[in-house]
């Protein structure tokens, strides 16, 4: 079984920026693409970024290409997205999620390639 921790979140102004940690257990992180998505009230789940399991690799989608930055660090079961120039659409609950095939970022877009997904992180961002 894989738990996923995510933490960092709260209320920044437009503008700011906030970095998200996503804490996993077992010992098979390093072999696991991450991807980071989030939901915003009364919308669906998107994507947000993904990072490949070596971390030589990252993906992003357009709203938050060039904004934010996801990152890893296998030594510590951990992956980062940090957000920067933060705008009031941003605000949405942020979840971390572990890829289902070992070694693999196939389709790293969807939520179906995901798994294992964390609790969840409120992120608001006031105008």
């Known amino acids: 079984q894989v738990h996923l921790v995510e933490s960092g979140g709260g209320l920044v102004q437009a503008g700011g920026s906030l970095r998200l940690s996503c804490a996993a257990s077992?010992?098979?992180?390093?072999?696991?693409?991450m991807g980071w998505f989030r939901q915003a009230p009364g919308k669906e789940r998107e994507f947000v970024a993904a990072?490949?399991?070596?971390?030589?690799?990252?993906y992003y989608a357009d709203l938050v290409k060039g904004r934010f930055t996801i990152s890893r660090d296998n030594a510590q079961n951990t992956v980062y997205l940090q957000m920067n120039s933060l705008k009031p659409e941003d605000t949405a609950v942020y979840y971390c999620?572990?890829?289902?095939?070992?070694?693999?970022?196939?389709?790293?877009?969807?939520?179906?390639?995901?798994?294992?997904w964390g609790q969840g992180t409120q992120v608001t961002v006031s105008s």
């Open positions: 077992g010992r098979t992180f390093s072999s696991y693409a």
């Open positions: 999620a572990r890829h289902k095939y070992y070694s693999s970022s196939y389709n790293y877009e969807s939520r179906e390639s995901y798994n294992y």
């Open positions: 990072i490949s399991w070596s971390g030589g690799t990252t």
